[in-house]
């Protein structure tokens, strides 16, 4: 029987980006009829896949062995409910496999049967002959038949994790531990509709088209009649019961579709990543979450009636998580924003008015290499649009320059070097010195990747990125492929 599963499931048990196996089966190595690929055949791309270090159970395995592996075991797998009814739902699918095995053992023997009373009817010699050819088939069939490890993993994957497809678009992510389906799809990159986030506005509703769900979260919104007839849910208070699951939503297409929204936010912690950078962490309340895409941008301002003080900064955090919004700020003259925060001026804990969000520095929804190119405080959205590249894990590769024309314009250099040593496919090039070194960075970035085939995304200031995109071109990008935020 040929086991089939999802590009998605795939790439994350052999531990490759799913747009390694995209290009794969552009290329013919790999067939996938309706986004299914035959275990058989990933294990003949990948004969040496090591599933202990690929990723597929890292959330789960080895946790017995910390002192709080108890803890981490409730937060990290599903409840015990959910656990169960998975692993029924598997128990059914082997009592279906073993019916269906029953009925060939029985017409085996029947055809065995019919074969000895043929043979006593005189026909010995033809018959003797099929029988021999019947049981050398069966010995052969059975005495060659491998464990199908993929397929065995899948199955474990399935229990610890559901995966969910959303029409139209057709977009996967898997449902881990006792996350919200609002939360998983997030966490996966996913462009949701939705708003509060706990179960009041009824903007992240989905209709479940096949699968089972179950409730995690309270919830105070009401569906009509019609919608619960159509089986309606909330994303947000609800999570994957059954082992795969397919729900019907929109999803935003680009910034156009997130609506501008105003709130008020609590200042969760200052703190110094250089000398002439601080890192600012907002909290929303609970009740409020900031819709954004990784890139975009918020103006922050002044709580206090009256108040004119406000600046732009981007966001330097995932859209994962949308309750805490990190940002750099750069000490600068003319920013009365940046000049009272460095004076210490706001405060842990004080209130901020927040406006957003804004902005068209966005990734484009294509499955191509990324090229990112920062200058100092320019990494701010970068690390937002990494984050959430990472996240959806379509993109085969990931290019990161970052020119610091100041000695400590590297801040976060460290998690840079933590992005290259996690993931094969992602590459770091620090430098320093002027704006006019941006094409030597860029030529290093070519040197070891071509960048022609893929997307480039630029932030900094506006010298540097007009020299930058200026290289990016010069070295095959197209311009219709080059995105570009000035700072």
Not at 306 to 320: F, I, N, Q, R
């Amino acid at each position: 029987m040929v086991q089939r599963v999802t590009l998605s499931r795939a790439a994350r048990l052999v531990g490759v980006p799913r747009g390694v196996l995209q290009r794969q089966v552009g290329e013919g190595l790999l067939l996938a009829p309706d986004g299914m690929v035959a275990t058989a055949d990933i294990a003949r791309l990948y004969p040496e896949a090591d599933f202990e270090s690929s990723g597929a159970f890292e959330r789960s395995s080895g946790i017995k062995e910390s002192a709080f592996g108890r803890r981490v075991l409730e937060r990290m797998l599903p409840a015990r409910e959910v656990l169960a009814q998975r692993l029924y739902a598997q128990a059914q699918e082997l009592a279906e496999v073993r019916r269906h095995l029953q009925r060939y053992h029985d017409l085996v023997t029947r055809l065995a049967d019919e074969l000895d009373g043929l043979s006593a009817s005189g026909n010995g010699s033809a018959v003797g002959e099929v029988r021999a050819l019947l049981e050398c088939g069966l010995a052969e069939v059975l005495g060659s038949e491998s464990v199908d490890t993929i397929a065995v993993m899948d199955d474990m994957l399935k229990v610890v994790s559901a995966q969910v497809v959303v029409r139209p678009s057709g977009r996967e992510f898997l449902v881990e531990g006792r996350e919200t389906l609002l939360q998983a799809g997030l966490r996966a990159g996913l462009k949701l509709n939705y708003g509060c986030g706990n179960g009041t506005c009824g903007l992240c509703k989905a209709r479940i088209v096949a699968g089972q769900v179950t409730r995690v979260a309270p919830s105070d919104y009401r569906f009509s009649e019609s919608e619960r007839q159509q089986g309606y849910t909330l994303l947000c208070a609800h999570s994957a019961a059954s082992e795969t699951l397919v729900l019907e939503t929109l999803e935003a297409v680009g910034p156009a579709d997130i609506l501008p929204q105003e709130q008020v936010v609590k200042v969760k912690a200052i703190a110094p990543l250089a000398p002439d950078t601080l890192h600012l962490q907002l909290q929303t309340s609970r009740g409020s979450r900031l819709r954004f895409l990784a890139g975009q941008s918020v103006t922050l301002g002044l709580a206090e009636e009256g108040s004119d003080v406000a600046a732009a900064y981007p966001v330097a955090s995932c859209p994962c998580d949308d309750r805490n919004l990190s940002f750099h700020v750069p000490r600068r003259d003319g920013d009365a924003f940046a000049l009272r925060l460095f004076a210490g001026a706001i405060r842990v804990g004080e209130a901020l008015n927040l406006r957003g969000p804004a902005g068209d520095f966005t990734l484009a929804d294509a499955e191509r290499p990324l090229a990112f190119v920062a200058c100092d405080t320019g990494f701010a959205p970068i690390r937002s649009l990494i984050e959430h590249a990472i996240a959806v894990d379509a993109a085969e590769t990931l290019s990161l320059g970052w020119l610091a024309t100041r000695p400590d314009g590297h801040y976060l250099a460290n998690q840079c070097r933590a992005w290259a040593g996690a993931f094969d496919q992602f590459r770091y090039f620090p430098a320093q010195g002027g704006v006019e070194a941006a094409p030597a960075l860029i030529a290093a970035m070519a040197d070891a990747r071509p960048l022609a085939a893929g997307d480039a995304y630029v932030a900094g200031p506006p010298a540097f990125v007009e020299l930058a995109v200026a290289a990016l071109q010069a070295h095959g990008v197209p311009a219709a492929r080059i995105f570009a935020s000035v700072l």
